[in-house]
């Protein structure tokens, strides 16, 4: 059971990349799902890891953090089990590691709630991917 993250990279301001999420082990479209971020430097601190996108796990609605609505979308592929964070008009402070996560524990979590969890998403949620470092720079 895990979460495989790829996708990430060096981009100018301005541009774009697709983040991918594979899931292995169980079916993802049964649970909320979605992205989070920290800043580099900070990956051992839990407290940092923003929910930027995420969805829900009962209605599949999304949900968007202010600082990346209207440039980042969500998407899931269940016949290839993945979702996808497609980011467009990328700028300097996007750069982060970005995480995917999901919790088998909590099937009926709403999109929002699953983003804005209260506490350490870290210590709370159970199945993480690795990480993909996404660098934006000129």
């Known amino acids: 059971v895990q979460l495989q993250a790829s996708g990430g990279g060096l981009v100018q301001p301005g541009g774009s990349l697709r983040l991918s999420c594979a899931a292995s082990?169980?079916?993802?479209?049964?649970?909320?799902i979605g992205w989070f971020r920290q800043a580099p430097g900070k990956e051992r601190e839990g407290l940092s890891r923003?929910?930027?996108?995420?969805?829900?796990?009962?209605?599949?609605?999304?949900y968007y953090a202010g600082s990346v609505k209207g440039r980042f979308t969500i998407s899931r592929d269940n016949a290839k089990n993945t979702i996808y964070l497609h980011m467009n008009n990328l700028k300097p402070e996007d750069t982060a590691v970005y995480y995917c996560?999901?919790?088998?524990?909590?099937?009926?979590?709403?999109?929002?709630?699953?983003?804005?969890?209260?506490?350490?998403?870290?210590?709370?949620?159970?199945?993480w991917g690795q990480g993909t470092l996404v660098t934006v720079s000129s």
């Open positions: 996560a999901t919790d088998r524990r909590v099937p009926l979590m709403t999109a929002g709630d699953f983003c804005r969890v209260p506490g350490t998403p870290v210590n709370i949620y159970d199945i």
């Open positions: 082990g169980f079916t993802l479209d049964d649970y909320p």
């Open positions: 923003e929910g930027i996108s995420c969805i829900g796990g009962s209605d599949g609605l999304t």
